[in-house]
């Protein structure tokens, strides 16, 4: 018996050494090295069990597109500690949140439970703080790092969240293989975690959700992750490091957040994949945010960080989105492209894939090439301020007929169309956009964006770099009823009107005339009740009655917006503004009202100015919170147009509100760049002595055509 059984186990020893695995695996062996026997130990077995067949196919799987992936980063934790403390702190929050229903999460009484919980928690933890983890640098490829114990753990846990898992049982083994197994969820990302461990982790916090819904689940994921980071002292840690960004530290962004809710989400059973937008129509940046399945075919999004700009669609809308992927797809670009052709960054790697026409309404483009390319691929990109173009998607070379077919375009979105060569960008047609169909039985018309006289050259007045703010204008709008009032005594019982502001300001500074002019101690504006926040960006009482014991500096000038009011400058009185007295009110020297920015503002419903004695105010120049995307006085700025790429047309220092450029082509498409500040900038035409700016002025998208990402889910 004992001989039988030992030459059994001979054949199989030797069936498995013969096993030809898939020629991608092989290819992925190839590559592993010394690593090569613990892959192979996760192959082995799987095969040695014929009932375990579809886990072997889902190893294939993971070690055929190893190969794609690689880290540039390694956290190492120099001792347990962390660990320990985590566990300390979970078993804390385990206790704290037992019971409690998804009603009752927020009540005051269960907040002032978690504050006393964190306080404990922090103060011992300072005592005895864990080390926390250094990072090495270097190259660390995929198929040479993962280890046998780690793939099969996680492989295990990816079966069982989907074939127990009411959100992921009816997924298709291909859905699976992207949406639950994978252990890396964003494409070059340094940190992964085994699918094993997080759902130890978070599965039981999790699972306390009485109501079974995404929306209930997220809500205990972002209860349990923050009451954690809580309980940690404080660390300067400014280096990612994977899972533990949620506990320590203060280094958030969107790939992180979006990285290790997924893995978390996957472990756990939910399909989640990493979607990127990697530019917006108006704003500069790109964004990750998690893309969840559910049964229906309804996806919906998360998204942690906050979007200030989510009120406005325009503004916060991408015009195109690619999910990361684990497996390499075959019409990536990293696939199609010629030997030796060039690839944007973000799509050097065959882990993408376009979904723009899940969130829009697309539409095949045709353009001809007018001469021969050896590349296999063409783009569409779109204007991005801080480099000037960036891509949105992109098409391949019909080399026969020399066209350029693209598949995602979306409607209403300023493209130009171009290819690389080398690191450069080669515009092939001149920019267009795509009208949309305003019915079922209109068609779309391609529309393109080029000088009618490319000869012809002119004068340009330009007065802003960005066009105003729907939300900025809409808060201005807010502050009618607002009053000025002035009193000599601290609790106003003898207070007198100066002036009640009665239409819209405009996002700038303006000036009013106090209806009383005495000398006053204390000054204030009082916001109405609709909207009892101030909303001032810069409020100045000004006087031209003073000592120089006073010590006032001058006032904020108005706007001089054209070459006609420059004389008003030399005869204007020079006003001065008064300060308020901050030894007595400390908090005055940081409220936003008196700072010289006004990007933000003041949150108070009463913006108080005590003085240190009785004195005149002759003016009140206000302005409501704005962008300060007007010509700023002082700023130095630079006039692009477009011309197959971005020709200087000339660099002005502002000593006004306005700019003026001569003998500068027109015609074109125009991009007016602050280099002293600010980021915002936008694209635009020039019309009859305006400025157009795109998507606002010229190409309008209807808001039903705008797709952004909401804050939170």
């Known amino acids: ?84 403390w985590h566990t300390r702190f979970d078993s804390l929050y ?65 079966f069982r969240a989907w074939h127990t898992s009411p959100y992921a049982s009816y997924l298709t083994f291909e859905q699976f293989k992207e949406m639950i197994l994978p252990y890396r969820a964003v ?41 954690i980071h809580q309980m940690f002292p404080y660390y300067r840690q400014i280096q990612h490091v994977g899972t533990y960004d949620m506990f320590i530290g203060q280094n958030y962004d969107c790939i992180s957040m979006a990285d290790n809710f997924c893995h978390v989400f996957r472990a756990y059973g939910i399909p989640t994949a990493v979607d990127c937008n990697l530019s917006y129509r108006e704003k500069s940046g790109r964004h990750f945010h998690c893309t969840l399945l559910d049964s229906t075919g309804k996806r919906s999004k998360y998204n942690q960080t906050t979007n200030h700009a989510a009120s406005e669609p325009s503004t916060s809308a991408s015009p195109s989105f ?42 095949p483009v045709q353009l001809p090439i007018g001469k021969e390319l050896s590349n296999n691929l063409v783009y569409l990109y779109t204007f991005n301020a801080s480099q000037g173009l960036i891509p949105a998607t992109w098409g391949t070379v019909d080399h026969q007929h020399r066209k350029a077919r693209f598949k995602n375009a979306v409607y209403n979105v300023l493209y130009f169309p171009v290819y690389l060569k080398g690191d450069s960008i080669i515009p092939f047609a001149s920019p267009f956009y795509i009208t949309s169909p305003d019915t079922l039985y209109t068609s779309a018309t391609l529309v393109p964006v080029s000088p009618e006289q490319p000869e012809k050259r002119g004068q340009l007045l330009l007065q802003r770099k960005y066009p105003e703010k729907k939300a900025l204008k ?84 108005l706007p001089v917006r054209s070459p ?71 700023h130095t700025y630079q006039l692009m147009y477009w011309d197959n790429g971005w020709k200087n047309a000339g660099i002005r220092s502002a000593r006004y509100n306005f700019l003026q450029f001569d003998n500068v082509p027109l015609d074109r498409i125009y991009w007016l760049r602050d280099l002293t500040a600010g980021r915002e900038e936008h694209p635009f035409l020039y019309k009859d002595g305006k400025q157009l700016f795109i998507y606002h002025d010229t190409i309008v998208p209807r808001d039903t055509e705008f797709y952004h990402v909401k804050t939170h889910f």
């Not at 019971?99 to 504050?115: A, K, Q, V």
């Not at 106003?492 to 101690?521: A, M, W, Y």
């Not at 004695?613 to 919170?625: Q, S, T």
């Open 322 to 363: 690619f999910r990361n992927t684990f497996g390499a797809q075959d019409d990536s670009p990293f696939m199609l492209k010629a030997e030796g052709e060039t690839l944007p960054d973000y799509f050097d790697t065959p882990c993408i894939r376009e979904v723009t026409d899940e969130n829009y309404r697309v539409t």
């Open 94 to 158: 385990t206790n704290m949140m037992l019971g409690i229903p998804d009603s009752s999460l927020h009540t005051d009484r269960n907040r002032e439970r978690y504050w006393q919980h964190s306080y404990v928690a922090r103060q011992v933890a300072s005592v005895f703080p864990p080390d926390t983890p250094t990072i090495v640098k270097g190259t660390f490829p995929d198929p040479r790092c993962i280890s046998s114990a780690f793939l099969i753990s996680h492989i295990e846990n990816a």
């Open 564 to 634: 006609g009011e420059t004389d008003r400058e030399r005869t204007e009185i020079r006003y001065c503004k008064l300060q308020a007295d901050t030894s007595k009110y400390r908090r005055l020297r940081y409220t936003y009202a008196y700072y010289a920015s006004m990007q933000y503002s003041s949150h108070e419903k009463i913006d108080l100015m005590p003085l240190k004695r009785p004195m005149k105010v002759k003016k009140i120049r206000y302005a409501p919170a704005n962008a300060e995307n007007h010509i700023v006085a002082g």
């Open 474 to 557: 809409y808060r201005a709008s807010q502050m009618i009823g607002g009053r000025f009032e002035a009193a000599n005594r601290e609790d106003f019982k003898d207070s007198v009107l100066l002036g009640t502001i009665t239409t819209t300001p405009i996002l700038n500074v303006q000036e009013i005339t106090p209806e009383t002019c005495r000398p006053f101690r204390y000054y204030r504006y009082v916001a109405p009740d609709s909207f009892p926040r101030s909303n001032m960006g810069l409020l100045e009482f000004l006087t031209d009655e003073y000592t120089p014991e006073d010590s006032l500096k001058p006032a904020t000038a």
């Open 1 to 84: 018996m004992t001989k039988s059984i030992l030459y059994f186990s001979l054949i199989c020893t030797l069936i498995l050494a013969c096993t030809r695995y898939p020629a991608g695996v092989e290819e992925t062996l190839s590559q592993a090295g010394r690593n090569r026997g613990e892959l192979k130990k996760v192959l082995n077995h799987y095969l040695e069990h014929p009932e375990d067949s579809l886990k072997y196919q889902a190893a294939c799987f993971l070690i055929d597109n190893m190969k794609w992936h690689l880290s540039t980063e390694q956290a190492v934790f120099p001792d347990s500690s962390l660990f320990e």
């Open 187 to 227: 494409t070059g990302y340094p940190f992964y975690e085994n699918g094993q461990r997080l759902n130890d982790m978070f599965r039981k916090h999790l699972d306390q959700s009485d109501e079974k819904t995404y929306a209930k689940i997220i809500n205990r994921y972002n209860l349990y992750k923050n009451g």
